[in-house]
């Protein structure tokens, strides 16, 4: 489905599907701090294990330069990431400041995965010298690689960015946040993988 910027319905539907996904994850106990889940990308009991899936893979295996978000689900993976020693980039909320490396040894590893820490360890960088990797968060996804963010736009900022090194792009959700369906704007990026605490899902390119 696909629509045009002046589509009140399209916009409409998409909020109607983040509410249902952010009173499912409540109604389930589900959601994990911060909560209540409504209005973020939510977070979830079983996010470490998809950090722990993500291992699994070559992708992540052979990635030198990867850019997480700065979202608290995506917490697990930052900490993956700082203690395989691999270089770490995260946006700043809302693109505030733009994108930051986060320099931390992996002794600190912990620390300096959760935000404010990760602030503390971080340096504004304006050149971006390489992406092999990005993992996004997401309110709800299809199987078709179509994604729902908060509604700000940042997400879709952050994949066109890695899109320009050809990154794979990765989110880790819930599997209650896969949808049969998500409408589509012209400026909505499509995500490549999607890791639950279940699974590791390749979307078919075929879809895309």
């Not at 390489?130 to 997401?138: E, V, Y």
């Not at 890695?162 to 989110?171: C, E, H, L, P, V």
Request: aromatic content about 4%; some cysteine; overall charge positive.
């Amino acid at each position: 489905m696909h629509s045009n910027s002046k589509s009140p319905d399209i916009k409409k539907l998409k909020q109607a599907l983040r509410i249902k996904i952010w009173d499912l994850l409540m109604t389930k106990k589900i959601a994990s701090f911060p909560l209540p889940c409504h209005g973020r990308i939510p977070n979830f009991k079983s996010a470490s294990i998809t950090a722990n899936l993500l291992k699994t893979l070559p992708e992540f295996q052979n990635s030198h330069w990867i850019l997480v978000s700065p979202d608290s689900p995506q917490r697990p993976i930052r900490k993956l990431v700082l203690e395989s020693a691999k270089k770490l980039l995260m946006p700043s909320p809302r693109l505030k400041s733009g994108y930051l490396l986060i320099d931390a040894p992996p002794s600190l590893s912990i620390k300096a995965s959760s935000l404010s820490n990760a602030l503390k360890f971080s340096k504004k960088i304006t050149h971006i010298p390489h992406i092999d990797l990005a993992i996004i968060g997401s309110v709800a996804i299809d199987l078709h690689g179509n994604r729902l963010g908060k509604g700000g736009g940042y997400g879709d900022q952050e994949i066109k960015l890695a899109r320009k090194f050809n990154a794979t792009i990765i989110s880790n959700i819930h599997s209650l946040q896969i949808l049969p369906t998500i409408p589509t704007e012209p400026w909505d990026q499509k995500i490549d993988i999607i890791i639950t605490e279940k699974e590791i899902i390749r979307i078919n390119k075929m879809n895309k």
